[in-house]
């Protein structure tokens, strides 16, 4: 099993970016799949974003596409999502999970997870 830890939350103005990192344990990090997901007060975790092994597939949700951009990086063990164009309805704690499928489609088996970073949008 991964180990898995984000960091790069913060508080943004609106219209303003940030960039979140995922730092991964264990050699076998190049054969995951990856993705960021986010949780808001009150609401489910929902799926934003997710990566293929070879960072050759990825995928978005509808409401950060254009916006956000997820990569990784195999040699260093991360995994990055760089958010533009920020609105507050994107507030939320992010998370960064694992899933062995290697695909990053958002019903992958995400199993592992992070513990969070807060990120929050003032209007």
């Known amino acids: 099993q991964v180990q898995l830890v984000e960091s790069g939350g913060g508080l943004v103005q609106a219209g303003g970016s940030l960039r979140l990192s995922c730092a991964a344990s264990?050699?076998?990090?190049?054969?995951?799949?990856m993705g960021w997901f986010r949780q808001a007060p009150g609401k489910v975790r929902q799926f934003v974003a997710g990566?293929?092994?070879?960072?050759?597939?990825?995928y978005y949700a509808d409401s950060v596409k254009g916006r956000f951009t997820i990569s990784r990086d195999n040699a260093n063990n991360a995994v990055y999502l760089e958010m533009n164009s920020l609105k507050p309805e994107d507030t939320a704690v992010y998370y960064c999970?694992?899933?062995?499928?290697?695909?990053?489609?958002?019903?992958?088996?995400?199993?592992?997870w992070g513990q969070g970073t807060q990120v929050t949008v003032s209007s």
């Open positions: 264990g050699r076998t990090f190049s054969t995951y799949g």
């Open positions: 990566i293929s092994w070879s960072g050759g597939g990825t």
């Open positions: 999970a694992a899933e062995t499928t290697g695909r990053g489609h958002p019903v992958a088996p995400f199993g592992s």
